[in-house]
Every structure is written in C-alpha cells, then in structure tokens.
C-alpha cells in the first residue's frame, strides 16, 4: 500500500514537474511572439525530475509513465495554457467560451495544431534521452548522467577492444552475443560500459549480436557528428511536412470570422431597406418590426433558444458619421470612443479593413468589466460616399454569440450602399 502511495505520489510531482518544464516555452512562444519548439525537449527532463524527488520507484513501468506525463504536459499546455495567456494578453476575459472561439479561426486552429506536432517531436528527442539513461538505470541499478555517456576513456576503449578481440568480432560476420560479450569483461561497469559505448555507435547491433567498429572507435566525435546531422535533417524533413499539411488543413478550412462567402455558414437572403442599403440576412432570422425606428433595424433567429443573445441591429444615416473623406471618418468615430470614459471599460480595439463590396470598415470591440454582467460589444462602422452604416451586435445578455457574431460579420461583408459609391480613400 505504501508502495502504491509513494507511486501516485512520484507521479503527481512528475506531472507538477513536465508542467514546469513547459514554463520556459510557453513564456517565449506567449510573449516572445516565437516558437522555440526545442525548449520542449526539457519537458521530459523535468518529469523525470519530479518523479526523482518524490522518491518514486524505478521499475519498468517508469518509461511510460515519463511519456505519458510528458505528453500530456504538452497537450495542456498548447491547447489550454497558451491560449488563456494569449487571451489575457489582448486584454481579454479568459473562460472556456473564450478559449472555445479562439479555435473558430481556422489560422489560429492550423498554427497551434503546427506548433503542438513539432514540439511533440522535440518532446520525443527529450523522452528518447531520458528513457535511454532511465533504462540503464534500472539495468545496472547505479544512478548515470547523461554526461557520462559521451565520456570515453583510453582506458575503457581497451577493455572493451579486448572482449571482441578474443572473438575478432570487428565486423557484422563476425557479431557475437551479448553474454560472449560480458564474459570477457573484467569490470564491475560491464554492463554499463556496454550500454555507453553501443549508445556512441562504438559498439553495433547485427540480427541480436554486437561487433567493435575499429573506425568510430578512433574517432567517435566525428561519428556522433555524422548521426547528430541525420537526426536533424530528419527533423528538418518532419517540420516541412508538418507545415505543409498544417497549411493544406488551414487553406481547406476557412476561416468564420474572416473574408468567406456566407453560404458556407448557413443560408442567407438578399434584404434591400428604402432602396438605399442592401445586405444579407439568415432565412432563419427575422426582423423584429416593433423595435424598427429611425432607419435602425433589429434581428434575430426566428427560435432563439438563448434570449436577447441573437439580437443584431442595423442601421444607416446620412448624420453624425457621414463624413466624405475616410480618414476624417476614421478620426470623428476613433476619438469618440477613444474618449469613452465609463469606469467599467476595460479595452477598446479599433481595426479596419474593406469588405467584400470593398467598402472601408471599421470594427470597433469594447470590453466592459460589468460585475454583473461582463461585456463585449461589435460594433462595425461602414463607410459610404457621405453616408455611413453600421451594424452592432453585444453579448449582454449572453455568452453564446458565437453565431450571432458569424452572422453580423457576413452582414458586414456583404453590407451595399445602393445609391452611395465606393470610397477607397
């Protein structure tokens, strides 16, 4: 029972380690804007690590308990905590809800989905490492660094020359079994000096047999020099390949919230209001005709499960913000809700871009720390020739805009001003 115990508990710091170890990586890859994916490579170190400190026995179940906690570390670190720290770095609030969105931009989904393979294969050459040492470890029952395997002394060079000079097994016809091999072995390191020298490449492997290589042997820096090339050429390979299909699985997925026909969302009709504006609507969303006033229109899905959630209006006007120069637009609505004073704002974020009609617009995002109810509003300026339209959404009322928000951007996209003209200023 005590046993059992102290292994729950060895694996506990284990996985408390692996999640340390990933702290280097995901500060650099969070707010160093980078990825060092060999960082993961101390992941498996660290786990090990903890494992150690907890005093945890090391038996032959060790090896797969370090992968899977490495793994995991991996996991929750990439899907889940580097998300909540980019979320909380925008200024955003971090919920499930929040995290959830981030992975509707298919970019956002393809380049942490790159990220976590590559690093994945870092993490793997850290496991390789430790698993090896771990290994011998258990064989030879004597604690070993890592530095202790690149190490070779003349002294142990002649030793082991001597075991497979009494056989002339200095080449794969010649191979002889690993106990001819121990027999001939005066030193209580035997086992250990067999594992060292194989691991340099020294020592070869033929169908279950072992031979001295004479050549590397002379010259082993320049054989790991040589294989250490080949692991990194293969890791360069692996990378392409992964950014490859990464790329090919972000291209096929586009992405909700950006540039995208809306037919690929759902089906939308063409609604035209006082032969002035036209833009498009869900056939499954209807106009809420009591609230309609002072060219502003009011929307939402025809069974809206969740309340308010789904309303979006709509409005236009030819006052306030129809100013003929973008820039001067642009200036007029940025200083007014610069300005904004409300001590519950938290943020505010200002982008633009043109929309399909190539319209310049403007995407307005207020974040309002409500203890009540904690708030986001959209809001997305469109600007015409002396005329403007805009179309607002806010999740007040609810947390499930993730529909609404699709919809109200597809509004956005296809939003036309029939008698205005384009203004590309």
């Excluded at 106990?179 to 194989?198: H, R, V, Y």
């Excluded at 790329?247 to 096929?252: R, V």
């Amino acid at each position: 029972m005590e046993e059992e115990n102290n292994r729950s508990l060895a694996i506990l710091c284990s996985f408390i380690g692996g999640l340390i170890g990933t702290i280097p990586w995901i500060l650099i890859y969070v707010y160093g804007n980078m990825i060092v994916a060999i960082l993961a490579i101390f992941i498996a170190m660290a786990a090990w690590k903890g494992y150690n400190l907890a005093k945890g026995k090391t038996d032959k179940y060790v090896p797969t308990i370090i992968v899977a906690v490495s793994i995991a570390s991996v996991t929750i670190a990439t899907f889940i905590i580097i998300p909540a720290l980019l979320l909380l770095k925008e200024g955003s609030n971090v919920s499930i809800n929040s995290i959830k969105e981030l992975y509707e931009y298919s970019s956002f989904t393809s380049g942490i989905l790159r990220d976590y393979l590559i690093s994945l294969l870092f993490t793997g050459l850290g496991i390789s490492g430790v698993i090896t040492n771990m290994k011998n470890q258990i064989r030879t029952g004597k604690k070993v660094n890592l530095m202790d395997y690149a190490n070779i002394s003349d002294e142990e060079k002649e030793i082991m020359h001597n075991a497979f000079n009494k056989y002339g097994a200095f080449d794969k016809y010649s191979a002889i079994s690993q106990k001819d091999i121990l027999d001939g072995i005066d030193n209580e390191n035997k086992e250990f000096l067999l594992m060292k020298f194989t691991s340099n490449g020294i020592i070869k492997h033929y169908k279950g047999k072992y031979y001295y290589n004479e050549e590397i042997a002379k010259n082993p820096g320049k054989a790991n020099l040589k294989r250490t090339m080949k692991i990194v050429l293969w890791i360069v390979l692996i990378i392409i390949l992964i950014s490859v299909i990464t790329t090919i699985f972000s291209n096929n997925k586009k992405d909700n919230y950006t540039k995208s026909t809306p037919n690929e969302i759902i089906e939308y009709n063409e609604v035209i209001q006082d032969n002035k504006i036209s833009y498009l609507v869900p056939n499954d969303w209807i106009e809420i005709e009591k609230y309609r006033k002072d060219n502003i229109y009011y929307y939402t899905p025809s069974i809206d499960k969740t309340g308010y959630s789904g309303i979006i209006s709509v409005r236009y006007g030819n006052t306030d913000y129809a100013i003929d120069d973008f820039n001067e637009f642009k200036k007029t609505v940025k200083e007014i809700y610069e300005n904004d004073q409300d001590e519950e704002l938290l943020s505010t974020t200002i982008n633009e871009f043109k929309n399909e009609l190539d319209y310049n617009v403007l995407e307005i995002i207020m974040k309002y720390d409500d203890e009540t109810y904690p708030t986001t509003e959209y809001l997305y300026y469109i600007h015409g020739n002396n005329v403007y339209g805009l179309v607002y959404l806010t999740d007040y009322y609810s947390k499930y805009v993730k529909e609404p928000k699709k919809v109200a951007y597809a509004m956005v996209e296809h939003f036309n001003f029939i008698e205005g003209e384009n203004n590309n200023e």
